[in-house]
């Protein structure tokens, strides 16, 4: 015969594993598309602003993917006028940008990446970072 301790304590277990399980698929995020975020980029070659530089997005990445175009997810150019651009509709998540441009007082083409990664916090806002590139 259970005991009434016996009967609370598992359906307890039950409750505690639900909550855990609640938890851990809410604050799962995958980077991608179909979201409500906005990561807006500047691309910077030392402080100089990279204006018409291309930036490839890789989603759900935290490491550098490699300099091939085909390796990321999608890419976007800025204006020949302008260092900044804006990859929309976004899902919270980890995301790769690799930014490829030319600085025309070296008169050198310029590369470089970084990881960013967009919280579950604010997946309905408009991030910022800067794409820092070197030689």
Same mark, same amino acid.
């Given at each position: 015969?259970?005991?009434?301790?016996?009967?609370?304590?598992?359906?307890?277990?039950?409750?505690?594993?639900?909550?855990?399980?609640?938890?851990?698929?809410?604050?799962?995020?995958?980077?991608?598309?179909?979201?409500?975020? &906005?990561?807006?980029?500047?691309?910077?070659?030392?402080?100089?602003?990279?204006?018409?530089?291309?930036?490839?997005?890789?989603?759900?990445?935290?490491?550098?993917?490699?300099?091939?175009? &085909?390796?990321?997810?999608?890419?976007?150019? &800025?204006?020949?006028?302008?260092?900044?651009?804006?990859?929309?509709?976004?899902?919270?998540?980890?995301?790769?940008?690799?930014?490829?441009?030319?600085?025309?007082?070296?008169?050198? !083409?310029?590369?470089?990446?970084?990881?960013?990664?967009?919280?579950?916090?604010?997946?309905?806002?408009?991030?910022?970072?800067?794409? !820092?590139?070197?030689?």
């Amino acid at each position: 015969m259970k005991t009434l301790s016996h009967t609370l304590m598992k359906k307890f277990l039950l409750l505690f594993v639900a909550f855990l399980l609640v938890v851990d698929f809410s604050s799962c995020c995958k980077g991608g598309t179909g979201g409500n975020a &906005s990561l807006a980029c500047s691309v910077f070659h030392h402080a100089k602003p990279i204006n018409g530089a291309t930036v490839y997005i890789k989603y759900n990445a935290t490491e550098f993917p490699g300099t091939d175009p &085909s390796a990321y997810s999608a890419s976007l150019t &800025s204006p020949n006028n302008s260092n900044q651009l804006t990859f929309k509709n976004l899902h919270c998540g980890d995301y790769f940008l690799y930014g490829v441009g030319f600085d025309s007082s070296l008169m050198l !083409p310029v590369t470089g990446g970084i990881h960013f990664q967009i919280p579950y916090s604010d997946r309905d806002k408009i991030e910022t970072t800067n794409v !820092p590139i070197t030689e």
